[in-house]
Antibody, heavy 121, light 107 residues
Framework: QVHLVQSGPEVKKPGSSVKVSCKASGGTFSNYGISWVRQAPGQGLEWMGGIIPVFGSANYAQKWQGRVTITADESTSSAYMELTSLRSDDTAVYYC??????????????WGQGTLVTVSS | DIQMTQSPSSLSASVGDRVNITCRASQGISNFLAWYQQKPGKVPKLLIYAASTLEPGVPSRFSGFGSGTDFTLSIGSLQPEDFAIYFCQKYGSVPLTFGGGTTVEIK
């Protein structure tokens, strides 16, 4: 059983950046990957990208290339998602979620509680 | 990229009804298909993976089937706690893609 705890809500100005953290407990951090999924108000789920900490490199959805950076720190069992050049339509709840290392198992078994990022001038 | 299309986008049903939700992939994805349930203000919950494998703890009234491009989530006898939004998700190769969701409402 993996438990993910995310950092608290953020209010940001357009053009600024936000970095959301996700700390894992339970399980073994090197045994799974972590992805970030966004949900705008009243909308569906959107995969932004993910990382397998033991491998180190991240994959991103093309829509987010160049604007999002996902990193992980095995020493603290934490993952991070930084989104730059924020716009009002980036206002959303951002979730971290675990998935298997193998591509045949990269569905999302455990989820963080979500972090609301509000972008407003 | 592979697109996932769910239908219907919403449905109304009564307690005890059988409900089917479909998810179609724009290309074949074998059985790399998961289903999630999300209640208002809550975190999504994994119900089914590998198209038909129930996550431990998920009631047996939920079932999934399909392979290739066409998939179905079936709820055998709708219970009050099942009224929620359901999402399918294609996995395997990246990008990982979700369907648009199906809202199951009380009739």
């Amino acid at each position: 059983q993996v438990h993910l705890v995310q950092s608290g809500p953020e209010v940001k100005k357009p053009g600024s950046s936000v970095k959301v953290s996700c700390k894992a407990s339970g399980g073994t951090f090197s045994n799974y990957g972590i992805s970030w999924v966004r949900q705008a108000p009243g909308q569906g789920l959107e995969w932004m990208g993910g990382i397998i900490p033991v491998f180190g490199s991240a994959n991103y959805a093309q829509k987010w290339q160049g604007r999002v950076t996902i990193t992980a720190d095995e020493s603290t069992s934490s993952a991070y998602m930084e989104l730059t050049s924020l716009r009002s339509d980036d206002t959303a709840v951002y979730y971290c979620a675990t998935h298997g290392i193998s591509s045949s198992a990269n569905y999302f078994g455990f989820w963080g509680q979500g972090t609301l990022v509000t972008v407003s001038s | 990229d592979i697109q996932m299309t769910q239908s219907p986008s919403s449905l109304s049903a009564s307690v005890g009804d059988r409900v089917n939700i479909t998810c179609r992939a724009s290309q074949g994805i074998s059985n790399f298909l998961a289903w999630y349930q999300q209640k208002p203000g809550k975190v999504p919950k994994l119900l089914i993976y590998a198209a038909s494998t129930l996550e431990p703890g998920v009631p047996s009234r939920f079932s999934g089937f399909g392979s290739g491009t066409d998939f179905t989530l079936s709820i055998g006898s709708l219970q009050p706690e099942d009224f929620a939004i359901y999402f399918c998700q294609k996995y395997g190769s990246v990008p990982l893609t979700f369907g648009g969701g199906t809202t199951v409402e009380i009739k």
